[in-house]
């Protein structure tokens, strides 16, 4: 399900993207599988391979991605099977990225008015289809007690998204500056 241009080099785009994969979150659980385990390097198995695989597009092409991109789109929403990217190349994308700004407030929904249990669900269905998961948040205009609180529930929603075998789903993690 990737959309790739071997005519474009996309370095700039690749390497930031492997620097922002070094950020990924994993599961704080007691007993780990293989996968979870972290290495010399500090990363995970799973970190490692995600890293590696990015490293594979570095002369090949472009990685293409979109926002919410099989939550909704130009003149849909609510259908997971569709995409903008899809219509437009006949791929899947390649990468989909969620905003995560109001989980710091236990809302239900994002600052887009997308829940947080449909972000679960697609980021978990992307991941099973090979998609890089990206996610945005930006911290509120607030104390540092409440950012350290709101950056917690941030953690704590990505350490969770593992389907149905416990399987952690990898995510690339932007936090974004205070006011933008």
Not at 99 to 109: C, R, Y
Not at 135 to 148: F, G, L, V
């Amino acid at each position: 399900m990737t959309a790739a241009s071997p005519s474009l080099k996309g370095r700039v785009g690749v390497g930031s993207l492997l620097l922002f994969s070094l950020l990924l979150l994993s599961s704080c659980t007691k007993s780990k599988k293989d996968y979870d385990e972290y290495g010399s390097d500090g990363m995970t198995t799973r970190t490692e391979h995600l890293a590696a695989n990015l490293r594979t597009f570095v002369n090949k092409g472009t990685i293409i991605g979109q926002q919410y991109a099989t939550v909704e789109g130009i003149g849909w929403q609510g259908d997971s099977a569709r995409s903008d990217i899809k219509e437009v190349s006949g791929l899947g994308p390649a990468a989909t990225c969620y905003e995560l700004k109001g989980i710091e407030s236990d809302k239900k929904v994002n600052s887009d008015g997308i829940s947080f249990s449909l972000i679960r669900k697609d980021a978990l269905q992307m991941f099973r289809h090979g998609a890089i998961v990206t996610m945005t948040w930006q911290a509120p205009e607030a104390s540092i007690d409440k950012i350290k609180e709101g950056a917690k529930r941030v953690a704590s929603f990505i350490a969770n998204l593992r389907d149905d075998y416990q399987i952690h789903a990898p995510v690339i993690f932007y936090p974004m500056p205070v006011g933008l």
